[in-house]
């Protein structure tokens, strides 16, 4: 299928480029209002932008958390949403079958940290021709990704982004080891820095993820300052109210004044 956007060109700005958006698609006035924020934010920045939203939660650590709204329903939102604003779009995989289906009506297809060794799925994505983003497994090095992009090249696609968001730290925290972006980046690919994930607390006694949102703008800095190409931000107007993942959003009216900051740091390392 050829792709609804034209392939899209990460490097080709001095700029870094955005990956934003709620961390599941709730409904569609939600997801355009959120959408025509970050848009409004970003083209007066002239930030490279990608609306991110998942069509469904596979992985939640309890049998009744929200997982979605229905696929097919939110993969048309997420179609309507770059149709409406000229964005590309991202959404994640889980299974190899949901990589045609899902590249139907996205741009970009994300492969969840805890499956970047899934072979199938890998393969299955980059036969898409879309543009596949693999997540770090927070288990793995950075030089083990590696082989994650070689399945991707040797699949026949050539249009790959790395995606660091962060290392386990014991059984209920996330670090984030920097020297991963640049061992990353030597593998010829853009690498994002996953500002909002890689600040969560898993395993919590509740079964709901906790977070420290107050640290988004501390890791979005320091991943700029050692030559990040791009950010994932998870933001919602109402993260206390999220249905996914609220512990560790940032709240959106903070967006702005977050990104002038890191322009100014990305100028200044040039």
């Not at 939102?77 to 996205?106: C, Q, R, W, Y």
């Not at 021709?129 to 793995?140: A, D, E, M, R, S």
């Not at 040797?154 to 925290?173: E, H, K």
């Amino acid at each position: 299928m050829t792709p609804r956007i034209p392939q899209l060109k990460f490097t080709d700005t001095s700029n870094f480029f955005l990956l934003a958006g709620p961390c599941v698609i709730e409904g569609e006035d939600i997801a355009l209002r959120i959408a025509e924020r970050i848009v409004s934010i970003t083209d007066k920045l002239q930030i490279p932008y990608v609306f991110k939203g998942s069509f469904k939660k596979a992985n939640r650590s309890r049998g009744d958390s929200f997982a979605g709204i229905g696929d097919e329903k939110a993969l048309k939102i997420l179609a309507k949403v770059g149709k409406t604003f000229g964005i590309p779009t991202v959404t994640d995989i889980h299974e190899s079958h949901e990589a045609a289906m899902a590249a139907a009506f996205v741009d970009v297809l994300q492969i969840p940290a805890f499956l970047c060794r899934q072979t199938e799925l890998l393969v299955a994505a980059a036969n898409t021709g879309k543009v596949v983003n693999i997540k770090k497994g927070q288990f793995l090095s950075a030089s083990a990704m590696k082989f994650a992009v070689d399945k991707v090249l040797d699949a026949g696609s050539p249009n790959v982004i790395l995606t660091d968001r962060g290392n386990m730290f014991g059984y209920q925290d996330i670090v984030v080891d920097y020297r991963g972006i640049p061992e990353m980046k030597s593998f010829g690919v853009p690498v994002v820095m996953d500002c909002t994930h890689s600040l969560q607390q898993p395993n919590q006694v509740s079964g709901v993820t906790g977070g420290k949102p107050a640290l988004i703008e501390t890791i979005a800095k320091a991943a700029i300052a050692v030559g990040a190409d791009g950010l994932f931000i998870e933001t919602h107007p109402d993260p206390a109210n999220a249905k996914s993942d609220g512990a560790n959003m940032l709240q959106i009216d903070l967006l702005e004044d977050l990104l002038v900051k890191l322009i100014r740091i990305r100028e200044a390392i040039q």
